[in-house]
């Protein structure tokens, strides 16, 4: 059987690229090579080395930091940063961007990751994630300013996930439609698994933390409570699966259809997601696969983030599924 690695579809797919250097390609490799060492590690967490539990630390959004999230940090910036393909790199971790020096070879890429997506699961074996986007270097001359680290979200180049779940698997989309592969362990190698990802048009899950329903607001409780009742339409009540790892929510919402939302809240009025490496990212990667991402009522290509650490409310999923939401949080009085 012939089988594509994530290395030789890079390859393919610059070569579509007029005027390609190979920099984004050699950037996409050493992303691969962080999720590697990331899934070996998360794969024997429990044995050798002490790897679960807290460092003691809290980070930038008053979160205690897990050993694990603290490595994956730390792999993904010592690889990028001197992978010569960057000149910034921004962190669910590191409250300002780290900026790259001439002497570790400056390139023309913006790196953005939540290294660890799903810091609670870590300990009890459930699915977490990395979650990157890439932009270009917008401004001229030397520095990195906010034209570079607050483009709206339609000028990404790249987004994708790594989901360490069952297997480990590299999502990603240059745009040009959206591509999974899967990890073979005995070989090291990611491998090409899902051709061209479609995201069906309705699906017929929710998934959402409802533990925080009483701090809903009247709308998005009334959205909840229409898809769970059942109805002479057969999709409905939908099933509910939510694991708490947004990239693992994700993942089965663009293979199955449905709906996730972290929407806004009494606690959180801006939700809890945020916008630059995780709502963008999944934005892009569903709009590729052919399925939305709003807020609830915009669009999330066509903002613009105001802080590289913004929250944004976050609905991703099926056509359907994302207009009946918009429909409910923007015009409750003309609901189905
Ligand atoms: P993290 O990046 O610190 O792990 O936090 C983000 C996570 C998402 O993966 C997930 O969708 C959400 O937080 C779950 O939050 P909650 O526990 O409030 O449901
Ligand atoms: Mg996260």
């Known amino acids: 059987m012939e089988r594509t690695t994530l290395v030789q579809h890079i390859r393919q797919e610059e070569r579509t690229v007029p005027g390609a250097t190979g920099e984004f390609a050699n950037l996409m490799n050493e992303i691969m090579v962080a999720a590697k060492i990331i899934s070996n590690e998360v794969n024997r967490a429990g044995i050798g080395e002490d790897i679960l539990g807290l460092t003691g630390e809290t980070n930038v959004h008053g979160e205690k930091v897990q050993k694990l999230d603290e490595f994956a940090n730390n792999t993904f910036t010592t690889i990028i940063r001197r992978s010569g393909s960057v000149c910034a790199i921004t962190s669910e971790e590191f409250e ?19 290294p660890l997506d799903g810091s609670s699961n870590i300990d009890v074996n459930v699915s977490i994630g ?33 989901i360490y779940g069952s297997s480990t698997m590299f999502v990603y989309t240059a ?4 591509f999974g592969f899967t990890l073979d362990p005995s070989l090291g190698e990611f491998f090409l698994s899902h051709r061209d990802i479609k995201i069906p048009h309705r699906g017929n899950v929710y998934s959402v933390n409802e533990g925080n329903t009483s ?3 009247e709308n998005q409780k009334r959205l909840v409570e229409y898809l769970k009742t059942p109805d002479t339409d057969p999709e409905r009540p939908y099933r509910l699966r939510y694991i708490g790892t947004l990239v693992a929510d994700a993942h089965r919402t663009l293979l ?22 995780e709502a963008a990212p999944m934005a892009l990667i569903f709009e590729s696969a052919g399925g939305r ?18 929250c944004v409310p976050l609905f991703l999923g099926s056509q359907m599924d994302i207009e009946i939401a918009e429909k409910f949080l923007s015009h409750a009085e003309s609901c189905p």
């Not at 199955?256 to 997601?273: A, E, T, V």
Request: aromatic content about 10%; charged content about 25%; overall charge positive.
């Open 96 to 114: 300002d961007p780290v900026l790259i020096s001439p002497n570790e070879g400056i390139g023309k890429y913006i790196f953005m990751m939540d």
């Open 130 to 162: 990395t979650i990157f986007s890439i932009y270009r270097k917008k401004s001229k001359g030397q520095g990195v300013t906010n034209e570079d680290l607050l483009q709206r979200a339609d000028q990404q180049v790249a987004a994708g996930y790594i």
């Open 175 to 178: 745009g040009r439609g959206v």
């Open 215 to 217: 701090d809903w607001d």
């Open 256 to 277: 199955k259809g449905g709906i996730f939302m972290y929407p806004r809240d009494r606690h959180s009025p801006m939700g809890k997601l945020r916008f630059s490496y």
């Open 293 to 310: 991402a709003s807020t609830g009522d915009k669009r999330i290509l066509d903002m613009t983030p105001t802080d590289i650490h913004q």
